[in-house]
């Protein structure tokens, strides 16, 4: 195991006794392994379906120090940012007016907000284009510095950006603390990117031509970031403005802006200059808001990483402008068991996939197919490791899962589970709404096609077993969904596997894994799931434009 890897699991979990952890090591980068502690199988036994283990020590309690001077306890309370940032400079709404932020576990408010306008987001976007003027101009050197500096600012802080997602975002620490070396890898890989925008020479016909094409960084870039990811999304957008030279306006989460500011000042520090990311934060103007971002003509390139139904709006906004688009959408991924997996891998994979964030990730497992063969076999496995969770406020001790983001989630998780029971499911572990916005970890067997599960993502820790029979039967259904943004399979015949990986309708396949989603590789779906890739080599070319050049020689 890499000294790398060897830190980042050191900081992953330190039990009062020995334990076993498992975490993800297949990521290169240094500081990028996606260790997200995913679920509790056992008496402080954590899995993400990799297969690398270490024993380590955990702290008594993570409940932070908090006082009226430093409200959510924090290290460096400078870090707490409650206001938007425009030119460098702090930005409040022109009206005055704020939202609260809420701690998902109890309800109560941890803080506020500017609600800005359609006007704040207006300057922001001007004053992005002003600075684009002269950050387009600054080497790759100079920009894979500031990404070096911000990464290891990341890691010095890891303790107060791991605080800051509890606050907001409600995951466990483990589960946060994993987000931040997720974070900081994404802003890794793109400090060598800054150094790989290499353009090409092509053949010329004609005598006397040379032909050539150079890299140019796209301009101000509008990145639409969502809350179930509070540092690891920010991170996945801005990463690569930096490193191509672009600038931006980040319209943060109305439920999670904490750590998106937070990383925005740290980037700061780093020395990235004032202007290249404006943050703009909003509650009850987000339509607006969103709308200026999408058609102002001075943006010429839009991420976004939401709802199928928010992306078409936003994609709709942007056609009079053409701008280029990036829109990670939602999905329903398919999860398939087939009668010859390793069962402890695929146990191990489905509670990587879809327990993950509570559930609450775009990628999670949401229709699981069981073979019928080791169905029950499977579904009392689950179950048994299941039951094992631990549901509380992330700053508690051995909490394995926290709240969900809000009741709406809540409403919705319930009306799923209420409308498979009814149609014949069975509960084999959870099924309960608990106090707030904390819900049981759910496995359902016997769940029928005809259900909104299968219809429509869940968005929470419902975890459906359904039956099926057959390798062309299973294909059928996975791929029977208007979206296509990931879906997992395990199977030890090496036949199967190249077969069925070719053959789901989706953007990213993990096959005998559900651990997938690493800073190198290109992220993002097909069908309505979206267009355009995060992450790898192909992230960065999203914010980069192609010039050919030609030229001719003196002509006698």
Same mark, same amino acid.
């Given at each position: ?119 704040? &987001? ?172 999408? &058609? ?20 709709? %906004? ?26 402890? &891998? ?99 067997? %016997? ?110």
């Amino acid at each position: 195991m890499s000294r790398a890897l060897a830190r980042c699991s050191r900081a992953l979990l330190r039990p009062q006794r020995q334990s076993k952890v498992i975490v993800n090591s297949s990521c290169p980068v240094k500081g990028s392994s996606s260790l997200v502690a995913l679920s509790k199988v056992g008496p402080l036994t954590w899995h993400t379906g990799h297969n690398v283990v270490v024993s380590q020590r955990r702290y008594a309690s993570n409940v932070p120090k908090t006082s009226s001077k430093n409200p959510l306890g924090l290290d460096d309370p400078t870090l707490l940012i409650t206001h938007g940032v425009i030119g460098g400079k702090s930005a409040k709404a022109e009206d005055g007016s704020t939202f609260d932020v809420e701690d998902p576990a109890t309800g109560k408010t941890i803080g506020t907000c500017p609600d800005m306008t359609r006007n704040d &987001t207006e300057q922001a976007i001007k004053v992005a284009h002003d600075t684009f003027q002269t950050f387009k101009t600054t080497t790759p050197n100079d920009r894979h510095g500031y990404l070096l500096k911000l990464y290891q600012l990341i890691l010095d802080n890891r303790k107060d950006l791991t605080r800051l997602i509890v606050w907001e975002n409600g995951k466990s620490w483990t589960d946060a603390d994993a987000e931040v070396t997720y974070a900081a890898g994404y802003i890794g890989w793109f400090a060598g990117e800054a150094l790989r925008t290499n353009g090409e020479t092509i053949p010329c016909s004609m005598p006397g031509t040379r032909n050539f094409t150079i890299k140019q960084p796209i301009g101000v870039c509008s990145l639409l970031v969502p809350w179930n990811f509070p540092a690891g999304m920010i991170a996945r957008k801005m990463g690569p403005v930096i490193a191509t030279g672009c600038t931006a306006v980040i319209k943060t989460p109305a439920e999670t802006p904490y750590t998106n500011l937070a990383l925005v000042e740290l980037a700061s520090r780093a020395g990235v200059p004032d202007g290249v990311l404006n943050v703009v934060t909003t509650h009850k103007h987000i339509q607006e808001v969103g709308e200026e971002l999408t &058609t102002n003509p001075l943006v010429k390139k839009v991420s976004f990483t939401g709802s199928t139904k928010v992306g078409k709006m936003l994609a709709k %906004n942007a056609t009079d402008t053409l701008k280029k688009l990036s829109l990670e959408l939602g999905g329903n991924a398919p999860l398939i068991v087939f009668e010859d997996a390793h069962l402890p &891998t695929a146990v191990a994979g489905t509670i990587a996939s879809k327990f993950r964030g509570s559930g609450q990730t775009c990628v999670c497992a949401n229709r699981i197919y069981v073979h019928e063969a080791i169905y029950d076999e499977f579904a009392s496995a689950l179950a048994e490791k299941v039951k094992a969770f631990k549901v509380g406020s992330g700053f508690e001790d051995g909490v394995t899962h926290g709240p969900l983001i809000h009741s709406r989630q809540v409403d919705k998780v319930q009306q799923h589970l209420d409308d498979a029971l009814s149609k014949g499911a069975k509960v084999l572990a959870g099924g309960k709404k608990l106090s707030g916005n904390m819900f049981q970890p759910t496995v359902l067997a %016997n769940v029928p096609q005809d259900c909104l599960i299968t219809a429509e993502e869940t968005f929470g820790p419902l975890a459906a077993l359904i039956k099926f029979s057959s390798e062309e039967e299973v294909i059928r259904l996975a791929n029977n969904a208007e979206v296509g943004l990931s879906g997992y399979f395990f199977s030890q015949d090496t036949d199967r596997i190249w077969r069925v990986a070719e053959a789901l309708q989706v953007g990213i396949v993990g096959a005998n894994t559900g651990a997938i989603s690493q800073p190198v590789i290109p992220f993002g779906g097909v069908k309505e799931s979206g267009y355009g890739k995060e992450g790898g080599h192909q992230g960065t070319e999203e914010y980069l434009v192609t010039k050919y050049i030609a030229v001719g020689s003196k002509q006698e």
